[in-house]
């Protein structure tokens, strides 16, 4: 975490179906630009995907790796000390990306494929523990129930991260991930969210990958267009929590309420203090 807040994950999606922006930057170049205004915006890392998260047309391993590999070399070789994260749950995508350069597995399915945490081992690369209530990759959560919501992420998430210090993974890297809207309900994300810093108090860097998902908009009755106020209301939550990293697609604004964050927190000065000292 830096020392004057959390750091920023830039989404970019090599997807033609992200349920955000469409596909907007599936194509090559609109994804280089993306990453060139993350940034400029004040992203810290870039978080690339290429298999949309939710339902939709079968991405096999060479298609993901053509959209993700290749990208990431070009993206390392343009910014040589940017962050580059990999969205994916496959051991064969993440091999071939950490070659490329990347620093930071995401894995988004929480262990879904077992030989994930063996390359992160082998390259000394940064891990995501997330929690999807056992749900496999790409699917919707029905009728999910816990006892306490909150509990069964930390205990999945933190036996994860300890598990992946076993195996190997540098501890420094890991980072875990409560994982909103992934095989949960809204109101399991809105308490997640409430109790945040439950979280934050396991010791590990926690990740806030909230911008723009399903349960801002039910709680907001916002289609995905006009949920940046919700997001960013959130955003600001975590933060004040301790979020270690916030995931957004957002970059500009997002960076704004973090450093807001991090000036009301005392841990960052304000960029310009004048006001009744002149």
Request: charged share 25%; proline share 5%.
């Amino acid at each position: 975490m830096r020392r004057d807040g959390a750091l920023l994950m830039a989404i970019v999606n090599r997807t033609p179906d992200s349920f955000y922006d469409r596909g907007a930057t599936f194509e090559r170049g609109e994804a280089l630009a993306a990453v060139e205004r993350a940034v400029a915006d004040g992203a810290d890392i870039v978080d690339v995907g290429g298999v949309k998260a939710g339902p939709g047309r079968t991405v096999d391993v060479p298609e993901e790796i053509r959209r993700v590999v290749p990208f990431v070399a070009e993206v390392r070789a343009r910014f040589p000390d940017l962050v580059i994260s990999v969205d994916t749950w496959r051991h064969e995508v993440c091999r071939l990306a950490c070659e490329a350069g990347a620093d930071l597995l995401n894995d988004t399915w929480a262990g879904a494929d077992p030989e994930l945490a063996g390359v992160a081992a082998e390259f000394g690369a940064g891990y995501v523990c997330t929690h999807t209530g056992g749900a496999a990759p790409r699917t919707r959560p029905h009728r999910s129930t816990f006892t306490d919501v909150v509990a069964d992420v930390v205990g999945e998430v933190t036996r994860a991260a300890d598990a992946l210090v076993r195996a190997g993974v540098p501890a420094a890297g890991i980072l875990i991930d409560p994982t909103h809207d992934f095989g949960k309900n809204t109101w399991h994300s809105l308490e997640l969210t409430r109790r945040f810093g439950e979280l934050t108090r396991t010791g590990w860097p926690v990740v806030a990958s909230v911008s723009n998902k399903d349960f801002i908009g039910e709680a907001l009755d916002a289609a995905v267009p006009d949920r940046l106020a919700g997001s960013l209301a959130v955003t600001a939550v975590c933060a004040w929590e301790g979020a270690a990293v916030v995931r957004a697609h957002n970059v500009a604004e997002t960076r704004q309420v973090l450093d807001m964050v991090a000036v009301v927190r005392g841990r960052k000065p304000p960029a310009r203090a004048v006001r009744g000292l002149a």
